[in-house]
DNA sequence: GTCTATATGCCGATAGAC
DNA sequence: GTCTATCGGCATATAGAC
């Protein structure tokens, strides 16, 4: 099987993550990682050339899957984007109640890695950021809102910026300031230079497995 | 002299404060603390319980030295709160072309410990946090603004939110976007709700030894 | 209060067998 | 592709002399 996808490759992946994430990189030895995936350190070894290696791997795999999940939090056509959008900080409010939540994986490795730029997890992190930042510009857009870039760069912001603060004071209820602020901001921009009108509905939706 | 503010002491904060906000509280030995002290690890030990011990000491070091560098930023009565404010997010742009300038060191800390709720650093980290949000809710009070405390949780969200982007993408500018923000959270709150007028005119301030 | 020396264990990474 | 065994180094923390 090609080393890329193998069965062990998967395992010591999803053994990383757990560990990972749940007690922070530079907190878990390889030692640790290749005993939860039922492997020895030199199998890992064989699979991943380091341990940053590993890291990127960790990261990457959590890339799409993120994104998707808050994507499937507002479904396309059902609500205006005010709606939509104000639903993902309740949401994020609502996965942050759950003991396991540990904040968002991308910022706590940018975080633990602050001193390191080129270091391939900070790659990843930057561009999984920068596809999110993307995708609430399209929602806006096709919403019809003007300035759409920088509503969505003020999101982000606000998203990161709850996510920072729960994880600072274990208090979720951040996440409800947080929307409140994005409801604000979309408010004057849509009442100010929104070009069209929306729809109207409501939205359902399921944390996943992840809580990130 | 008293343990608490002996020479020696102070010499270790001073050397733990530059390796840990430079490289990372994990990624920091006590050996490499103590060397930079130049004094032996019996010595550290002597002083400080544990490395946690340390790592609470300098956070707490950082606290209201950190929270003054802000406050100096925006000296009072010389302007309305909002641009008081605004030149807040701007200095924080300023600070981050520093190549020094690793974020926020209590973010960061509570990143790196996002397992440990009741870690020492995490309460210096938090009671920081509840500091600075109290300072805002003063400045927005002070000048008329209603609803106070819910805005200063918004400027403090997007405050940590800038801190956050710039720390991800190594671009200040994610800084101006937030002063925007905070622009048209404050502007609006100010036309519905503001209860009296403001002042007029500039103010001044540089960045000082710290960037966190 | 500071030193030398050490205890004990985990760190990332590798050699070589099968 | 996975194993056993191990390398050299660094982790936090401590014993005991002065």
Redesign the pocket.
């Known amino acids: 099987?090609?080393?890329d996808s193998?069965?062990?490759r998967r395992r010591l992946i999803a053994a990383a993550d757990g560990l990972f994430y749940g007690q922070g990189i530079r907190a878990?030895?390889?030692?640790?990682v290749a005993e939860a995936a039922?492997?020895?350190?030199?199998?890992l070894?064989?699979?991943f050339a380091?341990?940053?290696d590993l890291i990127a791997a960790y990261l990457a795999e959590r890339d799409l899957p993120t994104l998707g999940r808050y994507q499937r939090m507002i479904p396309e056509g059902e609500a205006s984007a005010e709606q939509r959008i104000r639903r993902i900080f309740e949401q994020l409010g609502k996965n942050a109640e759950d003991p396991r939540w540990r904040g968002c994986s991308f910022l706590r490795a940018a975080a633990e890695f602050a001193n390191l730029p080129g270091h391939p997890a900070r790659l990843v992190a930057s561009r999984h950021k920068r596809r999110f930042e993307a995708w609430f510009e399209e929602v806006l857009a096709a919403d019809g809102f003007g300035e759409a870039a920088a509503l969505a760069r003020q999101l982000m912001i606000l998203l990161d910026g709850a996510v920072a603060q729960i994880l600072i004071h274990r208090e979720p209820s951040y996440a409800l300031a947080a929307a409140d602020a994005a409801s604000t901001l979309l408010e004057r921009t849509n009442k100010s230079k929104k070009r069209s009108a929306h729809r109207r509905g409501g939205a359902g939706g399921l944390p996943g497995a992840h809580l990130g």
């Open positions: 099987m090609a080393r193998s069965k062990t878990v030895g390889v030692d640790a039922g492997v020895t350190k030199r199998t070894y064989y699979h380091s341990k940053d």
